[in-house]
């Protein structure tokens, strides 16, 4: 497929949309993403026979580490941990919480760094060590995809 999510006014191509929804109701398939190398979009049917868009900016490998991070893109440390699955990840417990660390804060081995949810399954991702939170590369609520690096702990 040629097709970009964009239209030639940079307005989201609802046709295109439409497009994926029907190939999703018309096959056995359960996901669709399409990315023009600046947008995403991913088409997926969850339990029932409709489809649910997410429409979102696509992931670059040059992105911007979050606020409070001391490492840049072109630094980001061989030992970052990264993320186990695609999916949304929260940084702290629930919406207005405070958030499981901050750069800086110690952390024990076995402790809960953050949550990503997929599939409506809140997963929590433990420290894989005892250390310094060094930098945080993810924001909340932000998707993320197998691999990305979110956060490294030293």
């Known amino acids: 497929m040629t097709k970009t999510p964009l239209n030639k006014a940079n307005v989201l191509d609802k ?3 439409k497009d994926l929804a029907d190939l999703l109701n018309e096959t056995s ?3 669709i993403e399409l990315s023009d190398g600046t ?3 991913r088409v997926a049917r969850h339990g029932g026979t409709s489809a649910h868009m997410v429409y979102a ?3 670059v490998e040059s ?4 606020a409070g991070s001391s490492a840049s893109p072109s630094t980001l440390p061989q030992d970052a941990m990264k993320s186990p699955m695609v999916g949304n990840v929260y940084l702290s417990p629930r919406p207005g919480a405070e958030t499981f660390v901050k750069v800086g804060d ?3 081995k076995g402790q ?3 949550i990503i949810e997929a599939m409506k399954v809140m997963n929590p991702i ?5 250390g310094v939170v060094k930098a945080i590369f993810v924001q909340d609520s932000q998707p993320v995809e197998y691999n990305e690096p979110l956060i490294h702990v030293a």
Do not use: D, G, Y
């Open 126 to 130: 433990p420290s894989p060590v005892r």
């Open 57 to 59: 900016p696509a992931a």
């Open 15 to 17: 046709a295109l949309v």
């Open 63 to 66: 992105s911007v580490p979050a």
């Open 112 to 114: 809960t760094l953050l």
């Open 39 to 41: 947008f995403k979009i």
């Open 106 to 108: 110690t952390v024990e």
């Open 29 to 31: 398939l359960t996901e």
